[in-house]
């Protein structure tokens, strides 16, 4: 009865979101800096323990590029699951995800469990303002110019900022009948979960 249950999966979003990430993340725990776009989509397998059955998700991963666009109906049309992601520092991403949720709402199993992510939180998250005094500091011979914006959040100091706030993605996640999730596949945050709610959600046949 341990015998795995078989759950085809496929992950859709605009290109460069963080799709490859995401599964590179579950599946092998690894993180690749500058991954190459998908060409086409790739085929993944991992499993997935829960108190009482083993989830053997089989992985279709698809290229956001919008060439390949016509492709996706021959990976979300059996699929039992799908993740929709975004990214949380692109607003227009939210807006291919939403496209994304109604084309699956409209064309694809009328059961499969959809969750919308919001990937890359480690370019937002708060609690590193003690990177302003990484080395090299010294070599700053006007430091004083360095602290005239300092009352400014952190994030600007890289050149990134968050365009989705969660409380907005979450509401329209509850309002279309989406699980929600925050996800680095940089640092892992939220990754594993994605996959262990969806598990968990999939019908038993
Ligand atoms: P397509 O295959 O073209 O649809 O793109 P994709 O959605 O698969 O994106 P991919 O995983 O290739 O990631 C695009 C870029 O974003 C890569 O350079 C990744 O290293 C980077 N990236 C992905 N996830 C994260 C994340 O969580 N945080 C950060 N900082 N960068 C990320
Ligand atoms: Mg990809």
């Not at 690894?30 to 991992?46: D, R, S, V, Y």
């Not at 666009?69 to 990976?75: N, Q, V």
């Amino acid at each position: 009865n341990m015998k795995p249950v078989q759950v085809k999966l496929v992950l859709l979003g605009e290109a460069a979101v963080g799709k490859s990430s995401l599964v590179l993340r579950f599946v092998n725990d690894e993180f690749q800096e500058n991954k190459e776009p998908t060409i086409g989509a790739a085929f993944l397998t991992q499993k997935c323990r829960l108190e009482d059955k083993v989830i053997k998700f089989e992985i279709w991963d698809t290229a956001g590029q919008e060439r390949f666009h016509s492709l996706a109906p021959m990976y979300y049309r059996n699929a039992q699951a799908a993740v929709v992601v975004y990214d949380v520092t692109k607003a227009s991403s939210l807006e291919k995800a939403k496209s994304w949720v109604k084309e699956l709402q409209r064309q694809a199993n009328p059961n499969i469990v959809i969750a919308l992510t919001g990937n890359k939180v480690d370019l937002v998250s708060g609690g590193r303002k003690s990177r302003r005094t990484s080395e090299g500091e010294d070599e700053d011979e006007d430091q004083d110019a360095q602290e005239v914006d300092e009352d400014d959040e952190d994030d600007e100091d890289y050149g990134v900022s968050r365009q989705v706030p969660t409380e907005e993605a979450s509401a329209y996640a509850q309002e279309a009948g989406l699980l929600f999730f925050e996800t680095s596949a940089k640092n892992g945050e939220g990754v594993a979960e994605v996959f262990t709610e969806i598990a968990k959600k999939i019908p038993l046949e």
